[in-house]
């Protein structure tokens, strides 16, 4: 699903989150890229532009946050407009107030409407526990029938069908009635579909919408027809105003177009995802989910989520005060360190940035066996020692060795280390604060 455009927007991006800083050319050189990905994408030209054009606009307006680098800021940037594109939170399908909820199932011939017909009611079977009723109100095709009347009854829906001989528009009132008679929480019209959209095609669905008064209208699109699937929903909307898409086979779809654009031309959001022709191949459709399978980077935006939440602002604000005094003790190294380690052991943290990759962790300095026994050497000194690092002479480094299984040269080593540490933090302090974002950008 949509590998081309995973693939260039992903390399694209991690181009742009190796720098450290960003100048406007980078970032116009970005968005040339971005833009050419989601054309080569099929999306909407119109949509293209203004999408391109908004995360131009933040990227450089932003003030870089927290603990993120620029390049990383461009990566959350595009992912929310990217989510915000697809509609950004999640629609939900809506019931009427008194059951029977009716559902109108449009789109062309071929779409996967009969299909979608049956997902739907699966759906709703086991995520809402409904009992759920499909009409079959295709007529023109006795195929048609057969097909609604074999995979409605695998999913188990009541089927109501009457052949091929009666009128679409008599059969759905029918189905109504039989549907409230039998008390079903659901009833899902299926209808036929047209090669194109054409005038006899959406006189009948108006008078079905007529005749049922649907709670909703939902549009099937086929998403490997791309542009066109916006188009036909565009003309759609004009003639019987649909309220949501069902976007099928997008299995089948390596571009993404339809799905990146039809919100946006539409305004009608993307409720379903059909992805497969087997029945259980139906999901809800999550816009921010979406967009992070596109770019790829959930696990990178998850690490960003992560490292924002967890550091505490209060005791940051300690700690910031402690560094200007040039009082930072290895107690608050320790708890630094506990800090650090609640987000999860460091290789695991590393591992989730793409690129990544298990050779490369084998060359990072700070390993986990590093902390770990920087945290035993802290955690075998007395309370006095923490606080008072000077004091750790002579037989209190053995002491400390032998307690954390460690050596007296290492030992030695962090002491000397962080003696280094607190003068350099102490010559800060007593200037102005200097800023560690810069100093951590430097660093990286
Ligand atoms: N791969 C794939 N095929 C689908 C999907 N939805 C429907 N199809 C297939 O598309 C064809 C047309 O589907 P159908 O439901 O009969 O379309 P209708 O004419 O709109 O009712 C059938 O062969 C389906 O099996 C999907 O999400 N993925
Ligand atoms: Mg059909």
Redesign the pocket.
């Known amino acids: 699903m949509f590998d081309a455009l995973s693939e260039k927007l992903q390399a694209t991006l991690s181009d742009v989150r190796q720098r450290g800083t960003l100048t406007e050319d980078d970032v116009n050189a970005a968005m040339r890229e971005i833009r050419l990905a989601l054309l080569e994408a099929d999306v909407n030209f119109k949509v293209v532009k203004s999408f391109t054009a908004s995360v131009k606009e933040r990227c450089l307006g932003a003030d870089v946050v927290g603990a993120l680098n620029p390049g990383q800021q461009v990566v959350k940037i595009v992912d929310e407009e990217l989510t915000a594109l697809m509609g950004g939170s999640s629609a939900g399908l809506a019931f009427a107030p008194r059951p029977p909820t009716v559902i109108l199932m449009a ?1 062309l ?8 017909t049956a997902k739907l009611a699966r759906f709703l079977k086991e995520n809402n526990d409904s009992s759920v009723a499909v009409a079959a109100c295709d007529v023109y095709r006795p195929a ?1 029938v057969d ?1 609604l009347v074999k995979v409605g009854g695998q999913v188990g829906a009541t089927v109501y069908e009457k052949g091929t001989d009666e009128n679409p528009v008599d059969i759905a009132r029918w189905a109504l009635d039989q549907a409230k008679q039998d008390g079903k929480d659901v009833l899902i019209v ?1 209808t036929a ?1 047209r090669l194109h959209v054409d005038e006899s095609l959406m006189e009948e669905l108006k008078e079905i919408r007529k005749a049922v008064k649907p709670t909703s209208i939902l549009l ?1 699109v086929d998403a490997m027809t791309g542009q066109d699937a916006v188009n036909v929903a565009e003309q759609f909307g004009e003639a019987v105003n649909f309220d949501g898409v069902i976007m ?5 779809d390596a571009r993404g177009g339809a799905a990146l654009s039809v919100k946006a031309v539409t305004g009608k959001p993307i409720l379903f995802a ?4 087997k029945l259980d ?1 139906f999901e809800r459709f999550h816009p921010d989910r979406m967009a992070q399978r596109i770019l790829g980077m959930g696990d990178v935006l998850s690490l960003i989520e992560k490292a924002e939440s967890q550091v505490e602002e209060d005791e940051a604000r300690e700690l910031e005060k402690k560094l200007r005094k040039g009082e930072f003790t290895f107690e608050d190294f320790l708890s630094q360190l506990k800090m650090m380690r609640k987000m999860g052991p460091l290789s695991s943290l590393l591992g989730m940035i793409p690129g990544f990759q298990g050779s490369q962790l084998k060359n990072m300095k700070v390993d986990d066996r590093e902390l770990d026994r920087v945290q035993a050497i802290i955690l075998s000194m007395t309370p006095e020692e923490r606080r008072r690092p000077e004091l750790i002479k002579g037989s209190r480094r053995l002491r400390i060795a032998k307690g954390s299984g460690t050596s007296v040269q290492q030992v030695n080593q962090l002491v000397k280390q962080f003696g280094q540490m607190q003068k350099v933090m102490k010559q800060l302090g007593r200037g102005k604060m200097p800023d560690l974002q810069a100093l951590m950008r430097q660093a990286r």
């Open positions: 789109g011939q071929g779409s996967g409407k009969t299909t979608a048609a097909q299926d579909g099937v099928s086979k997008l299995d089948g059909s992805t497969g022709e191949q």
